[in-house]
């Protein structure tokens, strides 16, 4: 009779250690690299700013004194807020990470470092991914979460000042579409045109990640870019490397997504230099501590930051809102 094996008491044998931890893709704080960041901004902060009026008058043998320099200012209020998070290492020695950690039991440092490195990594990130959505959709009146009740997004710093571009003709509807999209992109063009403000050379069109998808798909299905560049770079530099953007070459308007307009059905365009966004300090959106806490024998992680908005003339700025 041939002997066998008999493996009856055995579970399948399964990998759980072959492949490096994965985190879920997150999107970081992009709003940062596209308008100016005041840094050292822990209260509420004056923006000072300038208008000046220009009248021509009839040369001659006099001094007659007009025009009128007109000081304002806006308000950027910070809101202040702290992640802390903990973790339980023990809980981690009943699964694969166990052949991460180190024999024994006493514990004095952050292990298993490597999973540990990566989840923190992923906190930073998902961090930055909730700032840049409520750069725009934060309110402190009315937020629609809880993260984004702690400082006024662009959507409400903005309000009902901006230039409606979607006056005149048949007003746009319906949400942005493949059929509509590039009548979105001439409208805030033309709006700020009329108003006289095509002349800047850092003009950009926020969109959402939807909106944006749209106005490329009516481009390339429409059977031509209508003269558009587009995987452009940001502020005004033509990025072949870059992976999104999109110029329309001649109106010096670039089209930029952005997370905290996707879903929003609204759409805004003008200077980059028009928009603020005031911290304390760049480097705290990276400063996260972490520690191995011997009085509870859990792993932390804290942050703190600060983050508010403002625009210096919300009057210069053209918008779509649905």
């Known amino acids: 009779m041939a002997s066998a094996f008999n493996v009856a008491g055995l579970v399948n044998y399964i990998e759980e250690n072959a492949f490096p931890l994965m985190a879920a893709t997150v999107n970081s704080a992009k709003m940062m690299n596209l308008v100016e960041v005041i840094p050292n901004v822990k209260t509420p902060t004056k923006l000072p700013l300038l208008s000046q009026s220009v009248y021509f008058q009839a040369d001659g043998c006099s001094f ?43 514990m004095e440092s952050v292990e298993p470092a490597e999973v540990f490195a990566k989840m923190t990594e992923n906190l930073l990130a998902q961090v930055g991914s909730e700032i840049d959505k409520y750069i725009w959709q934060g309110s402190v009146s009315a937020p629609s979460a809880n993260n984004g009740a702690f400082w006024d997004g662009f959507i409400t710093t903005i309000g009902n000042g901006y230039i409606n571009a979607n006056l005149g003709g048949t007003p746009l509807t319906t949400a942005f579409t493949a059929t509509n999209a590039q009548e979105m992109a001439f409208r805030l063009y033309n709006s700020l045109a009329t ?10 069109g926020f969109v959402g990640y939807d909106t944006y998808a749209v106005l490329v798909q009516a481009l390339v299905v429409g059977g031509s870019t209508y003269g558009t560049v587009l995987n452009a770079g940001v502020k005004g530099s033509v990025d072949t490397q870059s992976a999104e953007g999109l110029i329309f070459n001649g109106i010096n308007l670039k089209f930029i997504p952005v997370q905290g307009l996707t879903g929003t059905k609204k759409v805004y365009a003008g200077a980059a230099s028009q928009f603020f966004i005031g911290v304390d300090a760049e480097s705290d959106f990276s400063s996260l501590e972490v520690w191995y806490s011997k009085d509870d024998r859990k792993v932390k992680a804290a942050l703190e930051m600060k983050v508010g908005t403002q625009v210096a003339f919300p009057a210069e700025i053209a918008a779509i809102v649905l």
Request: proline share 4%; aromatic share 10%; charged share 25%.
């Open 64 to 106: 007659d004194a007009s025009g009128t320099t007109v000081f304002t200012q806006r308000t950027l209020t910070p809101g202040k807020f702290k992640v802390n998070v903990e973790w339980c290492p023990k809980d981690l020695e009943t699964k694969f990470f166990a052949t991460k950690m180190r024999a024994g039991s006493h």
């Open 195 to 204: 108003a006289g403000l095509t002349a800047k050379d850092d003009l950009i």
